[in-house]
DNA sequence: CTGAATCATTCGAGCTTCGAACGATATGAG
DNA sequence: CTCATATCGTTCGAAGCTCGAATGATTCAG
């Protein structure tokens, strides 16, 4: 905490090199699963599906922080792929609930390889007990921080 | 290394963390720095000018990563906003010479207390040393994948 | 001197996402 | 039961951001 601030403030920070390195991932992880057909959103809401943390389209926009009317053109598109179904509510007809299918398990699985395969590339400079030690903060963070 | 991938493989991932919470780090940075009329891009020109490692509107744009075509609009609104100058490079006219004026560092060092306001927001459930050692990890990241 | 390469700039297009408006359904008050 | 209100999913148009191609100025190689 110095008084004035100094060169290197900002590129010192978490969220600045978050950002950056985020972006960065996210493209990587993008390249790769889309020789699937997917976006990174398509494996968002099938991972948000396999947690059983929403069913709804409702619940999902909330879960993932984006527009219910996103959710729509996802599903649509998953659907389209089979790696989902969608079934009104018997208990309130205004509700759509996903499901994942065999084959959206498969995806899934195959969208967690694409990452795995990331990962690896993106950490390749780190030591063993500086990964472990990153991906437990990011899980500690994204516990936090992120809709539940 | 499983045989089969189980159900929270994706969420268990680097670059899936990383991705979100970089998105999340980003919009909550970009919030901050909002109310100096600026985007994150903008804080990201101006520290790398002021890291001197680029000067040219070319070498800015492979260092951010983004088109040159962007640079020039992101240089013209600061240039409005009077954080840099532009002048030819008497050595090679073709080149634009940007740099940092004294209301440019002083934006700088507001878009620092901004992001440093975010760390303190975002990171408040880390302990101390998990603290530093997210910091350690994001900059030998950086300092691998991001272009210099 | 001439042709190729480089820099900055403009302009139009693409992609992604959002918000408003709508119909269908559910819920609560009287 | 009936009507007003709220919620869910959907469609559609609009906004924001970024890129790539085309252009003019300048430099460089031969």
Chains 1, 2 share one sequence.
């Not at 790769?32 to 926009?61: C, M």
Request: glycine residues 8%; charged residues 25%.
């Amino acid at each position: 905490m110095s008084d004035v601030k100094g060169a290197a403030a900002l590129r010192a920070t978490i969220v600045f090199n978050l950002g950056t390195l985020g972006a960065l991932a996210s493209d990587r992880f993008a390249d790769r699963v889309e020789e699937l057909g997917l976006k990174p959103k398509h494996a968002g809401l099938l991972a948000a599906l396999d947690a059983g943390s929403a069913t709804s389209q409702q619940e999902l926009a909330t879960r993932l922080g984006v527009a219910p009317s996103l959710i729509v053109v996802l599903a649509d598109q998953l659907q389209e792929l089979g790696a989902v179904e969608r079934v009104r509510d018997p208990e309130d007809r205004r509700r759509q609930v996903l499901t994942l299918t065999t084959e959206g398990r498969r995806l899934l699985a195959r969208c967690a390889e694409a990452a795995e395969a990331a990962d690896a590339e993106l950490t390749a400079g780190l030591t063993e007990p500086q990964r472990t030690a990153l991906t437990r903060s990011l899980r500690t963070l994204g516990e936090q921080h992120v809709p539940r």
